[in-house]
């Protein structure tokens, strides 16, 4: 009996799913980490892996400065995490209708490595913010230009007023909490 369970406990861990979960803001409180670790956790019996960003400081992108210095390690650091991922959760933060400086410098630096910087994994977006349109303005531009990098988008999804609908590590807005899981699950079918 002893060396069935270890069979069975073999297989079970072998099958597990990594997802990389990357809350596309450098702030140390962002609440896009919060909403990509949350979206992660949801699914059961896989390994998340969360996007450290004091680990990916990057000087800005300068075709000169990649001539004379090359490629720094942290991109290739980066690209072995997506390497490494069956599928990645990604949560947009919005700074005056765009990305991120720091993840659009990620995103620059990246695809000097490879131009399908996402691998082609599956990918759930999410956008979240403190106003009432949830980031849906940066979600609406990486929906439509990802795709050209490798991005494998299986669904998204938004939250409005993060402050008032995230509370106690979960969406207290019902009908926003069940139109989530409704999205997850068809995450979860890709995986």
């Known amino acids: ?7 069975l406990y073999k297989l079970k861990h072998i099958q597990m799913k990594n997802i990389l979960a990357i809350g596309a803001s450098n702030s140390k409180k962002s ?3 919060v909403l990509a670790n949350h979206i992660a956790n949801q699914i059961q019996d896989v390994n998340v892996t969360t996007l450290n960003w004091e680990d990916m400081v990057l000087p800005l992108y300068s075709p000169d400065l990649e001539a004379e210095k090359g490629i720094p390690e942290n991109v290739n650091t980066f690209k072995q995490m997506i390497l490494d991922s069956d599928a990645i959760v990604l949560s947009l933060t919005e700074h005056n209708g765009q990305v991120t400086a720091a993840f659009k410098n990620l995103w620059d630096w990246s695809s000097r490595v490879d ?4 691998g082609n994994k599956p990918m759930f977006l999410s956008s979240t913010s403190p106003g009432g349109r949830g980031g849906l303005g940066v979600l609406g531009i990486i929906k439509d230009t990802i795709s050209h990098f ?4 299986i669904t998204d999804f938004s939250l409005p ?3 008032d609908n995230f509370k106690d590590s979960k969406i207290v807005d019902e009908a926003k909490n069940g139109e989530l899981m409704e999205k997850i ?3 979860k079918a890709s995986l």
Do not use: E, H, Q
């Open 1 to 7: 009996m002893g060396k069935a369970w270890r069979s």
């Open 150 to 153: 490798g991005g494998n988008v």
């Open 185 to 187: 699950n068809v995450f």
């Open 115 to 118: 131009m399908a910087i996402w």
């Open 161 to 163: 007023s993060f402050y």
């Open 31 to 33: 609440i896009n980490k």
